[in-house]
Structure formats: structure tokens, C-alpha cells
């Protein structure tokens, strides 16, 4: 009975000083450190939809089209197997974005270009427009003796090409008033023939998703 | 007056009008009409040709090349593989298609890759991306894909998943 009481008396004072503890916390103005994991980055698979996913332009789609552009070219005799290998022009100056999204164009090109450059081993010749301004700089100083002449001796003039990339993004969209998006992206690439301006090559990838709200595209 | 024996005759009229019925208008499904038996006993009837096969003899069973595979669980027993072929494209890379049956109601939406092999069973390049493939409800649809390799590709192997 006494070591009842007791026991009662110690679980009071406890129960008191615990309190008085919680209030001296509350009143603390010191920012505690909150020692804990945060969510870990998860790698997710370029090929599959990831954590986020809207009614645009995503990186599955991104992989899909270009393997499918860079196959089907490699695939078409007037690009991949004349001789000698054609030079082509590669880059995002003539490809348009006319669709709703928001979409940085040169996402799909240089995948397009580092891969089609990759297969194309030698069959197709890849000049570059984007580098044109840095190698007439080191032409000049070659030439005008400031550097030697490297390894691989001079041109008369930097490289022409036969073809250059063009394209478009294009969508439509139907939206309804709880906020539900359909929406049409069509990716139309063409290769036009620089000389007589005929399109040699021309291939599209078109989608159409609908989801109830929109994600921001950046 | 309702009597136990007048509804029981009741009851047995009226099933047997029932079985007239069904005698009458037998139910006719639209093609393509699939019978998932029939095409699991062509695999094992299929002829031998080139499998993969696995350094540990057993570890995997062996996969047969030049092959459609639908490796996805949720549409294994939806979607037929009607047939499939190769061919060389004017450049010397390879063709593949594979043509798939929705045997289902419903629309599906599935993916197909390629794996190209060399000889040897090495990888002559990269897989393809996943492609995807809508089948309407029992429609037929074509997956294809172009390798970029060209006299190095001598086999392949497709995969077909659900689409995601």
C-alpha cells in the first residue's frame, strides 16, 4: 500500500516535469535540426512514363520519336547509302515549336543528331551551322599564321552540306470546363535538299493523351 | 389460387422456352474469335530454331529468336501474335513487323522493342525504343522497327508490354 502511494507520488512528479519540459520546448526559438531522410532522387527509365506525367511532350516520347526518325533514316537509301556520303545540317534553327507546350527543341534535335551521327558511321556526314562563327576564328588564326596548321591541313572553305533538317511541333486541344484536356501533338520532321529545295526525306510521330489537370512544362 | 405445382410448371415452361432459345439464335461473336489453347499449344509445337540460351544450362529457359514474345503478364492472354517477319530495307538495315490481334472488347494499348542480334548473339546495337501499338477492340495492328545495324544484324527478338 505505501509502495502504491509512493509509486502514485513519483508518476505525479514525472508527469509534472515532463510538462514543464514540453512547455520549455514550445517556448525555445532555437530551429532544430530534423535529422531524417529526406525522399530520395529516384532514377526513372527514359523509355517510360515517370512520376509526373501531363498531356504533352515527355521524355518517352522524346526517346521514341527520335529512335523512330534516326531508324527510319537510316533506312532511306537517298540519305544512308549514296557515295559519296551526304553532308547534312542538323540542328533546331528550322525547327519550329508551334504547339501549346513549352518545349526546349534542342532536346529533340541533339538526340537526334549525336544518335544519327553514331549509327550513320560515315554514311551520312554531319556539318555543323551552331559552330560555323568558332571555326572561322581558328581558321583566321591559322591563317594568318598565329597557330600552325594542326594535323589536318587547310580547306579552301568550311564544309557545305546537301541536306538540312527541318520541322515543326504542332497540337490542338480540347479542354473541358472541370479542367480535362485532350490534346493532338504532331512532330513532323522533313530533310530538305539545300540546292533545289525538294524535301528528300519526311516522317512524323503524333500522339494524343487526355488527362483530368495539366502538369507545367519547363 | 397460386399453387406450389402451378408455378413449378410455370417455372419449367418457361426454362424450357428458355433452351429453345438459346437453340434458336446461337450466339455469334465478332472476328477475330481467339482461342487462347489453341495458341499456346503452337509454341509447343513450333519448330526448333535458334534459341538464347543461357550460360547456366537451365537458369532461363531457352528464348526462341526471330520471335514475337508478349512478355507482359497483363495482356498475355489478350493479345495473339497473328505472325511476324524480317526483311532487309534498300540500305541493308533489317525490318522487322509483328502483327497483333486484340482478342478483347475493349481497346488496348501496348509497346513493342527489338533486340537485334548479331550471329553470334551479341547485341548488334542498342534496343529500340518502346513503340506503341493501339488496338481498337478485336482489331488487328502492326508493330514494326527498323535496326540501324546492317549486315551484322542476323536475328532478332521482340518484346511486347502492355502500354504505360
Known amino acids: ?218 | 389460387m397460386w399453387s406450389i405445382s402451378n408455378a413449378a410448371r410455370l417455372a419449367a415452361a418457361g426454362g424450357a422456352l428458355a433452351l429453345l432459345a438459346a437453340c434458336a439464335q446461337p450466339k455469334i461473336e465478332p472476328r477475330p474469335v481467339c482461342d487462347m489453347e489453341a495458341y499456346k499449344q503452337s509454341f509447343a509445337n513450333a519448330p526448333e530454331g535458334e534459341v538464347l540460351v543461357p550460360p547456366v544450362p537451365g537458369s532461363v529457359s531457352p528464348m526462341p529468336l526471330n520471335t514475337v514474345n508478349v512478355t507482359d503478364q497483363a495482356i498475355i492472354q489478350k493479345v495473339i501474335v497473328q505472325a511476324s517477319n524480317a526483311g532487309r530495307t534498300p540500305t541493308g538495315t533489317v525490318e522487322v513487323w509483328a502483327r497483333l490481334v486484340n482478342c478483347t472488347d475493349f481497346p488496348l494499348h501496348v509497346e513493342g522493342r527489338t533486340n537485334f542480334l548479331t550471329a553470334s548473339q551479341a547485341p548488334a546495337e542498342q534496343p529500340t525504343a518502346w513503340t506503341r501499338v493501339m488496338l481498337p477492340a478485336r482489331s488487328i495492328g502492326t508493330y514494326s522497327a527498323k535496326s540501324i545495324a546492317t549486315d551484322q544484324v542476323a536475328t532478332y527478338l521482340v518484346e511486347i508490354r502492355e502500354g504505360q
Open chain 1, 1 to 218: 500500500m505505501i509502495e502504491t502511494r509512493s509509486a502514485r507520488r513519483l508518476t505525479g512528479r514525472l508527469a509534472a516535469a515532463g510538462l514543464l519540459l514540453v512547455a520549455a520546448g514550445a517556448c525555445q526559438t532555437t530551429a532544430q535540426v530534423e535529422n531524417a531522410s529526406g525522399t530520395p532522387t529516384a532514377y526513372q527509365d527514359v523509355n517510360s512514363p515517370g512520376l509526373v506525367q501531363g498531356v504533352g511532350i515527355e521524355a518517352q516520347d522524346i526517346v521514341s520519336m527520335t529512335d523512330v526518325m534516326m531508324r527510319d533514316m537510316m533506312s532511306n537509301p537517298q540519305l544512308a547509302n549514296r557515295q559519296p556520303s551526304p553532308r547534312v545540317i542538323l540542328d533546331s534553327q528550322y525547327f519550329q515549336n508551334q504547339s501549346a507546350q513549352r518545349l526546349n527543341l534542342n532536346t529533340i534535335v541533339d538526340r537526334l543528331r549525336s544518335g544519327l551521327l553514331r549509327a550513320a558511321n560515315g554514311r551520312m556526314l554531319f556539318v555543323s551551322r551552331e559552330a560555323a562563327e568558332m571555326v572561322e576564328k581558328e581558321r583566321q588564326l591559322k591563317r594568318e599564321g598565329v597557330t600552325d596548321v594542326g594535323t589536318t591541313g587547310l580547306t579552301q572553305a568550311q564544309a557545305g552540306a546537301d541536306y538540312r533538317l527541318t520541322g515543326r511541333i504542332s497540337s490542338t486541344e480540347a479542354r473541358r470546363s472541370d479542367g480535362v484536356i485532350d490534346r493532338y501533338n504532331l512532330i513532323n520532321f522533313e530533310m530538305i535538299d539545300l540546292e533545289n529545295g525538294l524535301i528528300v526525306w519526311s516522317n512524323f510521330y503524333e500522339f494524343r493523351k487526355g488527362a483530368q489537370d495539366d502538369v507545367v512544362y519547363q
